[in-house]
């Protein structure tokens, strides 16, 4: 989104610009009552360096479990001559070492930053991001090496799927691979943005610019994680050559990894008081509706509009109110409304944020759905012990998910109906 808000410079064109800006904050902030908002309650949140450790717990009993429904044994039969569960030694060792090194690098991180947390020790704080980042890739780099050696060419695609999408998502950013969640320039405290009052126009749409771009940026963090972990199971059978195992259930314990790491991630990267921050920021920001596009606007209230001022981007305005923007008419909605008339970031993010407990009543009904075929799969008659264990371990860890979402869901709810009423009434 950019908004046309530079000076060309001169001197008198700084004049102009500031005496619009008196002119516009006299004519509309001084009849806004800007919005009040209701505290947050206090609850439990998960912390990075907890929320780290249990992704890595979850894929890497995942791909422990799928290792299992491949290279399952029957040990419990007395003429079987192995006690293991699992053929290790058909195993590649390289790639019990790859899976390993991706699902404990951005844990290993956090408790190293969590060491040198304050701004001056910010040179040690580059120095082990660069580090410990080049100490993984390069392990990694071996591993394939490794593998490549021992399999066909036909490894070099399977290895390279996740550099290519990463690159795609993030470019050569080191700090992703390392971290969920990281700061984007601007106000923090706990990795978690901070919602600012203010009654200038200009500051609220850049601070929606900058929340825009961090829920974009864990959007593509949660997107990224859900194809590296369903990679992190699927790699196991593309390298099962010479074994015999049920590809179907494989493939469905793939799939039901991804939507489980879908949610975890989910309630990590977007709690509620995260939502919240962006809602306060929303009532703040306003929508407009395009009038002549409106099919219940009366041409009489078009023709009264057609007198309305042009809309001023230092002006705050109040519910209902009628502007002119590049020869359209627009009624604002909202208690106050800085957005830009007919910007389409703008109107998804209002859309978006303005009552959050869609969100999560959404995602709640979603989690509930994919318990609920979970625990109907078990029911079938001809599953065996490995696949009982697979979908009995991906439930039970989504079941946390389920909860963290429907508790989210309920505070979210009772929080923003007292403060409809309290706005309103």
């Known amino acids: 989104m950019g908004y046309d808000e530079r000076s060309d410079g001169s001197s008198s064109s700084d004049a102009q610009e500031g005496f619009q800006r008196n002119l516009a904050t006299k004519m509309g902030s001084q009849q806004v009552t800007m919005p009040k908002h209701i505290p947050f309650p206090e609850h439990a949140t998960t912390s990075e360096w907890l ?53 404990t690098r951005r844990f290993l991180y956090c408790m190293l930053l969590a060491k040198w947390k304050s701004s001056e020790r910010r040179l040690v704080r580059m120095g082990i991001k660069y580090g410990f980042g080049g ?43 390392l971290r969920t969640r ?55 059978c593309l390298l099962a050559l010479s074994v015999q195992y049920n590809v179907m ?13 879908f949610s975890l991630s989910a309630v990590f990267l ?21 009038m002549d596009r409106d099919p219940q606007a009366a041409p009489s209230q078009l023709i009264v509009a057609a007198n309305a001022q042009t809309w001023s981007k230092y002006t705050v305005y109040g519910h209902a109110q009628v502007v002119k923007h590049n020869g359209a008419l627009y009624r604002s909605h909202g208690l106050v409304t800085v957005a830009t008339p007919g910007n389409a970031s703008h109107v998804r993010f209002y859309k978006l944020f303005h009552n959050p407990t869609v969100i999560y009543s959404t995602l ?62």
């Open 249 to 261: 259930r494989a493939a469905q314990h793939c799939i039901i990894v991804c939507l489980g790491a």
């Open 270 to 290: 977007y709690p509620a008081k995260y939502s919240d921050t962006l809602h306060r920021a929303t009532l703040h920001l306003g929508s407009w509706q395009r």
């Open 364 to 425: 709640a009904t979603l989690q509930a759905a994919v318990l609920l075929v979970e625990i109907a799969s078990l029911s079938a008659a001809s599953i065996e012990w490995h696949f009982v264990l697979s979908i009995s371990f991906v439930a039970f860890t989504s079941m946390v998910a389920f909860f963290k979402l429907v508790r989210d869901y309920l505070i979210t709810k009772h929080l923003y109906k007292a403060e409809c009423a309290s706005i309103y009434n």
């Open 135 to 177: 100490i993984v890739q390069v392990a990694l780099c071996y591993c394939a090496l490794k593998l490549y050696q021992q399999h066909t060419y036909m490894l070099l695609f399977y290895l390279s799927y996740p550099v290519v999408v990463y690159f795609i998502i993030f470019g050569f950013q080191l700090e992703p691979f």
């Open 51 to 103: 929320s780290e450790l249990i992704m890595c717990a979850f894929t890497m009993g995942a791909a422990i479990v799928q290792f299992i429904n491949i290279y399952r044994t029957n040990w419990w039969l007395p003429q079987f001559q192995t006690r293991h569960m699992v053929n290790i030694e058909l195993i590649d060792p390289y790639l019990r070492y790859l899976i390993l090194i991706l699902n």
């Open 182 to 236: 990281f700061e984007l320039p601007g106000v923090y405290i706990n990795d978690m943005p901070v919602h600012s009052c203010t009654n200038s126009a200009t500051q609220i749409r850049d601070e929606i610019e900058t929340l825009r771009h961090d829920f974009n940026k864990r959007f593509k963090q949660l997107i990224f994680t859900c194809m590296l972990n369903a990679y992190l199971v699927l790699i196991p």
